[in-house]
């Protein structure tokens, strides 16, 4: 194995909407391996298949010159924010259909197992 990527679901939530989509966490490629577009591939095939499956979106925590690369954007510009502190321009999301965060506002929730809220 040389990398290593993973989709948990959160959700989205404000006063009248809760909407479940998905974290990328963790996304690892072994240090030899990096630089030759795993990361990227492994990106695709789960943007893919969270697509096939239903979900909305997906959120990372992550560098911003990386991750924009393959169309994450900062939360904030969706009018969503996270329920810890992050520096937002490090808090991305990505819809992954067309207009998929258009009716979704409010703060995303990670599940407990990550101990975050």
Sequence with gaps: MIGHALLSEITICDQELTVTALVLAPLAVLPEYQHQG????????LEQAARQAGYPAIS???????????????????????????????????PLVNDGLSTVKGTIYYQAAFGLN
């Design 38 to 45: 795993v990361g990227g591939r492994l990106i695709a095939y």
């Design 60 to 94: 990372i925590i992550g560098d911003p010159a990386y991750y924009s690369r393959f169309g994450y954007q900062p939360a904030s510009n969706y009018g969503i924010k996270v329920s810890f502190t992050v520096p937002a321009a490090y808090y991305l999301l990505k």
